[in-house]
C-alpha cells in the first residue's frame, strides 16, 4: 500500500494514520475503532481518493498455508501495564505518564513533535521524577519478580535527552539498584548522574496526592537523614518493564513449544535460541527481557542455527538479482535529481521541505526536484528510479539523513534505473540540521538549502566508479577455544565449511575450566567436556592448541594467517575470522589478598566448593565484598557477572552448609533479567546483603584474639548509620573481568579495534554488535564484554551467523572508494605508509625509484593517507580535491567571502 497523508487528512474522525518504521515500508493504517464505515457502513472518502487503490473495504480474511523447514518466533515483549494495578496514578492523574509515553514526548512524530508537555496544560515542566522498577522486581499480584533489564539505561537516555532539550530542568530518578550492567552503561550512568540539577535517590517510593490546582504530583520517598520526604514534581514517569508477548499462552499452543514461570519462551541453557521443539528456535526478548543488541545478536544467532538445520536445502531457492546494463554518463553534462524527505516529522516540523525543494530547482544543473514523505520508502526508491528514466538523470541527491545506514539502499536505486551507483550523493539535513537546530526553524531551514547547494555542487563532479569483486576461500579462523569460540566453530563447521580453532592454551575450555554450576544448575564441567569432545570428533575442525598467531595479512574473503603451535609453523588461508579470545580474571591487590590464604575470589571460591574444602565448607562466617578492581578510574566498567556469581556460591553454600552466616557487600546488586529471583532467594535464606559506598570501602584487617586469627571486615551500614565489624573466617572478593593482555597485539594482527576498555570494540553497538569495521572478521564472547555463559553462546551463534552470510557466497564485493597514487608526484617519504591503519600501502621498486602503491582490496577509503601526502600524490576516489572544493565554494561563495574579508579589514 502507498502511504498517502492526503488520505490522512480528508478522514475527518481522524481514523486514518501513517504508520512508520525505519526497519519496514511505511503504511496506512486504518483505526477500526474510529472508522465511520467499520462502525456504520458510511463515508468511505479514501477509498474514493486512493489513485492505486490500495483501500478496499470488500477484502476478505484469508488463510495461506506456507511450508517451511524452520520457524523463529521473534514475537518480542508486551510492555508493563501500570492500569492493571493502579497504585501510581497511571490514568488518574493526568501528568504520571509511562515511560514510552515519554518516549513519544521525545520524539519528532511525538504528540508535540518532540517538545516535552505535560498532559494537563501543555506547559513544559520543570521538575520531573523519574520512578524505577514499576512492575519489575516484586513478587506482589500483578507484578514480575524479574528484573526487565533495560529500564535503567532507558531512563538514563531519557534524561540526557531531556537535559539536552531543556538544559534548566531538573531531573530525580527514585531507584533501588542501578544495574548498569552492559557495555559503556557504566560511564552513560555517569555522564547522566554528573549533569547538573539531576539527582539519582536510592528509595522505594508512594504516589502522594494530585494537587487540584497545579495538577501536579507528589512522591513520598525515604531519606537516610530526614526520614520521609514529599516532594511536588509536574511530570511523573513511570519506568515500566516488559511484559512477555500479551498472546505468549497462543503462541505456545499454537506452536508446541513449553514457556517457562515468567510466561517467556522456556529455552536449552547451553542454548538460549533452541526451543523445546525441534526446529523452532526463538530470538530477542521473547528469550526473556534483553537489549538492543542483544536481541540483534540473537537474530543471526537463531539464523545461523536455521542454517544448521536446513543445511541440506542451501541455495536452492535463491535467485540472482539481475540489473539492467549500465549506462555511460560520463560524457554528459550533469544532469541533477533533488529528493527531499520529510522523514516524517524528522525532517518535515523542523524543515520547510516545500520551499527547500523549490529553492533546489534554482540550483545549476538541477533539472528535476520533488519532495518525498519518506524517501527510504519502497514506492519512494522506485519513484527516484522511474524519475532517473523519465528525466534522464544522471546525478541523484538525496536530502535526508545519514548516509550511514541507507546509502546502500539508494546507490542499488541508482543501479536499478542503470547508471552508476557513485554518481549519487546524500545530504545530511537531519542529523545534521533538523535534529541539531529542531528550535530554530528558519535558520534549519536555510542551513537545509545550504547542505544542498552544497551537496549538488559535489554531485557535478562525481566519477563513475567500479566495485572489485573478490574470490570468497570458504574457511574460517576462530581464535580462542572457550565455550564462545567452540560454539561458533562448530555452528560454522555443522553448515559445510572447515574451521581452524586457534587456542593460545594447552586445553580448550577458557575460563570455563574454572566454572562448575550455574544459578540455573547447569554441570559446567560436564558440558564444557561435551563440547571439547564434539570439537575433536568434528572432520570439519582442525584445533591448535599451546598456538601463537604471528602474523595475519590479507583481506575480507581471502586472509592469510600464520600460527606456531608444537613447534611448527602452519599457514592458514582462510575467507573469514572470528575473535573469541575470552577474557582473565583480575588479580586483586587489595582486601589482603595475596597475603592471607582465607582471601580468595569468587571463581576460588567456587573451586573450594567443587573439591569439598572442609574449612570452608565447615566455616562460621563468609563475607562478600563485589566491585573490586572494577567501577573505578582504573576500570570505569561493570564486570556483568559478579553479583550473580556471589548470589550463586552463597545460594550453594547456604544449600551445604545452612547455619553458615553469609555477607554480601555491594554498591549495586546487579542480578538482572531472571537472575533477580535468585538474589531474593538469597536474601530469603539470610544472606545479608549490605550496601556501601565508593567513597567508603569496606576494610579488612587480620585480628589475633585467644590465640585465633581472624578477619575483621569493616563497613558502614547506611540503613543503621553507623559501622559494622563482621568476623569472618573467609573473605572472599568479587574480582573484575579484565581483558586479556594479548588484545592489542591480536587488534594489531587483525586490523581491529579495542575501546578504551581494552576489550574488542564491534562496528556498531547496536546495528553491528558482532562485527567489526574490518570485513570479515567477527567478534563473540567476552572478548567482547564480560557475560554469562548463555550470552556468550547466543553472540557465538550471532558471530557463527554472520561469518556464515560472508562464507556462503562465492563472490564478495569492496568499494571503489579507494585511494589511488599519482606516481609521478609521489616522492617516496613513505608518510602515507604510516597513517594507513590497515596496511593497504607499500612500496614498490620503480626506474624512477621507491613509490608508494594501494592494494584496493585492502583500502577503507578513510582519507589518512590523503591528508598525510606532502606532494598530493594520492588521492580518495569518490572525495577527490575537485569534490570537496566544489561543495566549500558552495557553501561560502567567493563574493561572500570577500565581502567579510573587506568588513573584517574595515573594522581593524
Known amino acids: 500500500m502507498v502511504p498517502d497523508p492526503y488520505n490522512q487528512d480528508l478522514s475527518s474522525n481522524k481514523a486514518i494514520h501513517i504508520y512508520f518504521d525505519q526497519a519496514v515500508p511505511l503504511v496506512t493504517y486504518v483505526d477500526p475503532e474510529e472508522c465511520l464505515y467499520l462502525k456504520e457502513k458510511k463515508?468511505?472518502?479514501?477509498?474514493?481518493?486512493?489513485?492505486?487503490?490500495?483501500?478496499?473495504?470488500?477484502?476478505?480474511?484469508?488463510?495461506?498455508?506456507?511450508?517451511?523447514?524452520?520457524?523463529?518466533?521473534?514475537?518480542?515483549?508486551?510492555?508493563?501495564?501500570?492500569?492493571?494495578?493502579?497504585?501510581?496514578?497511571?490514568?488518574?492523574?493526568?501528568?504520571?505518564?509511562?515511560?514510552?509515553?515519554?518516549?513519544?514526548?521525545?520524539?519528532?512524530?511525538?504528540?508535540?513533535?518532540?517538545?516535552?508537555?505535560?498532559?494537563?496544560?501543555?506547559?513544559?515542566?520543570?521538575?520531573?521524577?523519574?520512578?524505577?522498577?514499576?512492575?519489575?522486581?516484586?513478587?506482589?499480584?500483578?507484578?514480575?519478580?524479574?528484573?526487565?533489564?533495560?529500564?535503567?539505561?532507558?531512563?538514563?537516555?531519557?534524561?540526557?535527552?531531556?537535559?539536552?532539550?531543556?538544559?534548566?530542568?531538573?531531573?530525580?530518578?527514585?531507584?533501588?539498584?542501578?544495574?548498569?550492567?552492559?557495555?559503556?552503561?557504566?560511564?552513560?550512568?555517569?555522564?547522566?548522574?554528573?549533569?547538573?540539577?539531576?539527582?539519582?535517590?536510592?528509595?522505594?517510593?508512594?504516589?502522594?496526592?494530585?494537587?487540584?490546582?497545579?495538577?501536579?504530583?507528589?512522591?513520598?520517598?525515604?531519606?537516610?537523614?530526614?526520614?520521609?520526604?514529599?516532594?511536588?514534581?509536574?511530570?511523573?514517569?513511570?519506568?515500566?518493564?516488559?511484559?512477555?508477548?500479551?498472546?505468549?499462552?497462543?503462541?505456545?499452543?499454537?506452536?508446541?513449544?513449553?514457556?517457562?514461570?515468567?510466561?517467556?519462551?522456556?529455552?536449552?541453557?547451553?542454548?538460549?535460541?533452541?526451543?523445546?521443539?525441534?526446529?523452532?528456535?526463538?530470538?530477542?526478548?521473547?528469550?526473556?527481557?534483553?537489549?538492543?543488541?542483544?536481541?540483534?545478536?540473537?537474530?543471526?544467532?537463531?539464523?545461523?542455527?536455521?542454517?544448521?538445520?536446513?543445511?541440506?536445502?542451501?541455495?536452492?531457492?535463491?535467485?540472482?538479482?539481475?540489473?539492467?546494463?549500465e549506462k555511460d554518463v560520463s560524457e554528459e553534462e550533469p544532469r541533477v535529481g533533488v529528493f527531499v524527505c520529510h522523514c516524517g516529522a524528522n525532517i518535515g516540523r523542523v524543515v520547510d521541505v516545500p520551499s527547500t525543494v523549490e529553492y533546489a530547482l534554482t540550483l545549476p544543473n538541477v533539472v528535476y526536484a520533488q519532495e518525498q514523505l519518506f524517501s527510504c520508502a519502497t514506492n519512494s526508491a522506485r519513484e527516484i528510479t522511474d524519475m532517473i528514466q523519465e528525466k534522464g538523470l544522471n546525478r541523484v541527491v538525496v536530502a535526508a539523513c545519514s548516509p550511514r545506514t541507507l546509502e546502500p539502499l539508494f546507490r542499488d536505486t541508482l543501479r536499478e534505473a542503470g547508471i552508476n551507483q557513485y554518481f549519487y550523493d546524500m545530504a545530511n539535513i537531519r542529523e545534521q540540521c533538523s535534529w541539531v537546530h529542531s528550535m530554530e526553524k528558519?535558520?534549519?531551514?536555510?542551513?537545509?538549502?545550504?547542505?544542498?547547494?552544497?551537496?549538488?555542487?559535489?554531485?557535478?563532479?562525481?566519477?563513475?566508479?567500479?566495485?572489485?569483486?573478490?574470490p570468497?576461500?570458504?574457511?574460517?579462523?576462530?581464535?580462542?577455544?572457550?565455550?564462545?569460540?567452540?560454539?561458533?566453530?562448530?555452528?560454522?563447521?555443522?553448515?559445510?565449511?572447515?574451521?581452524?580453532?586457534?587456542?593460545?592454551?594447552?586445553?580448550?575450555?577458557?575460563?570455563?575450566?574454572?566454572?562448575?554450576?550455574?544459578?540455573?544448575?547447569?554441570?559446567?564441567?560436564?558440558?564444557?567436556?561435551?563440547?571439547?569432545?564434539?570439537?575433536?570428533?568434528?572432520?570439519?575442525?582442525?584445533?591448535?592448541?599451546?598456538?601463537?598467531?604471528?602474523e595475519a595479512t590479507g583481506y575480507v574473503g581471502n586472509f592469510v594467517t600464520k600460527v606456531e603451535s608444537e613447534g611448527r609453523e602452519i599457514e592458514i588461508k582462510h575467507g573469514a575470522a572470528v575473535i573469541a579470545t575470552g577474557a582473565d580474571e583480575y588479580k586483586p591487590t587489595e582486601y589482603l589478598y595475596g597475603e592471607d590464604e582465607r582471601v580468595v575470589t569468587h571463581l576460588e571460591l567456587e573451586e573450594q566448593i567443587a573439591k569439598g574444602e572442609e574449612s570452608l565448607l565447615n566455616a562460621k562466617t563468609l563475607v562478600m565484598i563485589q566491585c573490586v578492581g572494577c567501577r573505578n578510574e582504573d576500570?570505569?566498567?561493570?564486570?556483568?557477572?559478579?553479583?550473580?556469581?556471589?548470589?550463586?556460591?552463597?545460594?550453594?553454600?547456604?544449600?551445604?552448609?545452612?547455619?553458615?552466616?553469609?555477607?554480601?557487600?555491594?554498591?549495586?546488586?546487579?542480578?538482572?533479567?531472571?537472575?533477580?529471583?535468585?538474589?531474593?532467594?538469597?536474601?530469603?535464606?539470610?544472606?545479608?546483603?549490605?550496601?556501601?559506598?565508593?567513597?567508603?570501602?569496606?576494610?579488612?584487617?587480620?585480628?589475633?584474639?585467644?590465640?585465633?586469627?581472624?578477619?575483621?571486615?569493616?563497613?558502614?551500614?547506611?540503613?543503621?548509620?553507623?559501622?559494622?565489624?563482621?568476623?569472618?573466617?573467609?573473605?572472599?572478593l568479587a574480582a573484575a573481568v579484565v581483558p586479556p593482555a594479548g588484545n592489542k597485539e591480536i587488534a594489531e594482527l587483525f586490523k581491529v579495534t579495542l575501546g578504551p576498555d581494552e576489550f574488542f570494540k564491534e562496528a556498531h553497538v547496536k546495528l553491528r554488535p558482532v562485527d567489526f569495521a574490518t570485513d570479515g572478521v567477527f567478534l563473540c564472547g567476552t572478548a567482547h564484554y564480560p557475560k554469562h555463559i548463555p550470552e556468550a553462546i547466543n553472540q557465538a551463534y550471532g558471530a557463527a551467523g554472520r561469518a556464515l552470510t560472508l562464507l556462503s557466497h562465492d563472490i564478495v564485493t569492496v568499494s571503489g572508494s579507494v585511494c589511488e597514487v599519482d606516481e609521478k608526484k609521489c616522492m617516496g617519504c613513505g608518510a602515507c605508509i604510516s597513517a594507513c591503519a590497515y596496511g593497504a600501502i607499500?612500496?614498490?621498486?620503480?626506474?624512477?625509484?621507491?613509490?608508494?602503491?594501494?592494494?584496493?582490496?585492502?583500502?577503507?577509503?578513510?582519507?589518512?593517507?590523503?591528508?598525510?601526502?606532502?606532494?598530493?600524490?594520492?588521492?580518495?576516489?569518490?572525495?577527490?580535491?575537485?569534490?570537496?572544493m566544489s561543495q566549500i565554494d558552495a557553501a561560502a561563495p567567493e563574493e561572500e567571502i570577500l565581502e567579510q574579508v573587506d568588513m573584517a579589514v574595515g573594522d581593524a
Open 635 to 732: 576500570r570505569n566498567y561493570c564486570s556483568r557477572v559478579c553479583c550473580s556469581q556471589a548470589v550463586k556460591n552463597a545460594l550453594k553454600l547456604k544449600e551445604i552448609n545452612p547455619e553458615m552466616d553469609i555477607y554480601v557487600l555491594f554498591r549495586d546488586m546487579r542480578t538482572y533479567g531472571f537472575r533477580e529471583d535468585y538474589y531474593r532467594e538469597a536474601s530469603e535464606k539470610d544472606v545479608k546483603f549490605i550496601r556501601y559506598e565508593p567513597d567508603d570501602k569496606p576494610r579488612v584487617e587480620t585480628v589475633e584474639e585467644g590465640g585465633r586469627s581472624h578477619l575483621l571486615v569493616t563497613v558502614t551500614d547506611p540503613i543503621l548509620g553507623h559501622e559494622l565489624a563482621i568476623d569472618a573466617d573467609y573473605l572472599s
Open 442 to 470: 528558519e535558520k534549519a531551514s536555510e542551513k537545509a538549502r545550504d547542505i544542498i547547494r552544497m551537496s549538488v555542487a559535489r554531485a557535478c563532479h562525481l566519477e563513475p566508479l567500479q566495485e572489485i569483486d573478490l
Open 842 to 884: 607499500e612500496f614498490r621498486e620503480t626506474r624512477q625509484g621507491k613509490k608508494a602503491v594501494v592494494n584496493p582490496v585492502l583500502c577503507k577509503g578513510d582519507g589518512l593517507c590523503n591528508a598525510k601526502c606532502p606532494t598530493g600524490a594520492i588521492f580518495l576516489k569518490h572525495f577527490t580535491d575537485e569534490e570537496l
Open 43 to 325: 463515508c468511505l472518502i479514501c477509498q474514493g481518493v486512493c489513485e492505486n487503490e490500495a483501500i478496499d473495504f470488500s477484502q476478505k480474511p484469508e488463510k495461506a498455508e506456507i511450508r517451511v523447514g524452520a520457524i523463529i518466533l521473534a514475537s518480542g515483549f508486551e510492555p508493563f501495564d501500570p492500569k492493571v494495578k493502579g497504585d501510581y496514578g497511571y490514568g488518574a492523574m493526568e501528568n504520571v505518564v509511562t515511560s514510552l509515553d515519554f518516549e513519544r514526548f521525545l520524539s519528532s512524530t511525538g504528540p508535540h513533535e518532540g517538545e516535552i508537555l505535560r498532559r494537563s496544560d501543555k506547559k513544559h515542566p520543570h521538575k520531573i521524577a523519574w520512578i524505577q522498577c514499576v512492575g519489575s522486581r516484586r513478587v506482589t499480584p500483578g507484578d514480575n519478580s524479574y528484573c526487565s533489564a533495560v529500564c535503567c539505561t532507558y531512563t538514563q537516555k531519557q534524561v540526557l535527552l531531556t537535559k539536552d532539550h531543556y538544559p534548566e530542568v531538573e531531573c530525580t530518578i527514585f531507584h533501588n539498584d542501578i544495574r548498569s550492567y552492559g557495555k559503556d552503561f557504566e560511564t552513560y550512568y555517569q555522564r547522566a548522574a554528573d549533569l547538573p540539577g539531576v539527582r539519582f535517590i536510592r528509595s522505594y517510593v508512594s504516589i502522594g496526592r494530585e494537587i487540584p490546582e497545579t495538577k501536579n504530583v507528589t512522591i513520598k520517598y525515604a531519606t537516610a537523614d530526614e526520614g520521609v520526604k514529599e516532594e511536588e514534581f509536574d511530570l511523573v514517569v513511570l519506568s515500566i518493564g516488559l511484559n512477555p508477548p500479551a498472546d505468549h499462552q497462543e503462541l505456545a499452543e499454537k506452536f508446541g513449544i513449553e514457556l517457562n514461570g515468567h510466561r517467556f519462551c522456556e529455552t536449552n541453557p547451553v542454548n538460549p535460541m533452541e526451543t523445546s521443539r525441534p526446529g523452532i528456535f526463538v530470538s530477542g526478548a521473547f528469550q526473556g527481557p534483553l537489549d538492543i543488541p542483544e536481541s540483534v545478536f540473537t537474530a543471526s544467532g537463531a539464523g545461523s542455527q536455521c542454517g544448521e538445520f536446513l543445511d541440506y536445502r542451501r541455495g536452492k531457492l535463491t535467485k540472482e538479482r539481475i540489473y539492467p546494463p
Open 472 to 550: 570468497v576461500n570458504k574457511t574460517a579462523l576462530v581464535v580462542g577455544g572457550g565455550i564462545a569460540g567452540m560454539t561458533a566453530a562448530l555452528s560454522i563447521a555443522s553448515q559445510g565449511h572447515e574451521v581452524y580453532l586457534v587456542e593460545k592454551a594447552s586445553d580448550l575450555g577458557g575460563m570455563a575450566r574454572r566454572l562448575h554450576y550455574t544459578l540455573e544448575g547447569l554441570d559446567v564441567q560436564a558440558y564444557v567436556s561435551d563440547l571439547v569432545r564434539n570439537v575433536y570428533q568434528d572432520p570439519w575442525i582442525h584445533v591448535y592448541t599451546d598456538a601463537v598467531i604471528t
